[in-house]
């Protein structure tokens, strides 16, 4: 459950991108940070672990509303991808309100996906969280690998590894062109206050 502070009227959120290493997890998140200055009040933190990196900042969603009076701050952050810092993506999925799952979308990337998606299941399992029910977007990245004469899954095969069951809303993309960016974004936001809106309703009644 996010952060309620009760005294500003403010509720704070956690939303992490998530995804195989070099999928274009921090390239997201770098897109947003330089194309979305206004509502944006903090520096982009970055926690290097060795040959890898954790990004985050302050994101503040003013054309999503509110929700029940309360202003709204989402925290954006980044996982590393590689296997061998799975402590830290635990560490980092702690409190997460909603996961943006960034896929590769180049053939040679096409197990690694499904072994990140596998990956963010049992983590989010120690948190008693489930995929199935947590606010999920998925996006297909790189998509501009095609233009260089790479490779590429088609979304149809994509679709069938990591979103067969899980049908989360999806979205054709690149991190490097900015395509579909903000379009994720706009779309997790959405689907997390929602979810949180709901969560309150539901704490409310509970005390009634």
Not at 101 to 117: G, P
Request: charged share 25%.
């Amino acid at each position: 459950m996010a952060f309620i502070n009760l005294k500003d009227k403010l509720i704070q959120a956690k939303i992490v991108y998530y995804g195989p290493g070099r999928g274009g997890k921090t390239t997201n998140l770098e897109y947003i940070y330089n194309k979305c200055s206004q509502q944006i009040n903090s520096e982009m933190v970055t926690v290097k672990t060795q040959g890898d990196r954790t990004l985050f900042f302050d994101f503040f969603p003013f054309d999503m509303g509110k929700i029940k009076e309360y202003d709204v701050k989402i925290q954006l952050y980044t996982v590393p991808g590689q296997v061998k810092y799975n402590s830290t993506r635990r560490l980092v999925l702690k409190g997460v309100d909603g996961v943006v799952f960034v896929a590769d979308s180049a053939v040679e990337r096409r197990n690694k996906n499904m072994i990140s998606l596998k990956n963010l299941e049992e983590n989010l399992a120690l948190y008693h969280k489930n995929i199935f029910n947590i606010p999920l977007v998925i996006q297909y990245n790189k998509r501009d690998l095609a233009k260089q004469g790479l490779p590429i899954l088609d979304i149809e095969t994509m679709e069938m590894d990591l979103n067969e069951q899980l049908k989360a809303p999806s979205f054709e993309a690149s991190a490097l062109e900015g395509n579909n960016i903000l379009s994720t974004l706009k779309k997790i936001i959405s689907a997390t206050m929602s979810s949180l809106e709901k969560e309150l309703t539901w704490e409310h009644e509970k005390w009634k």
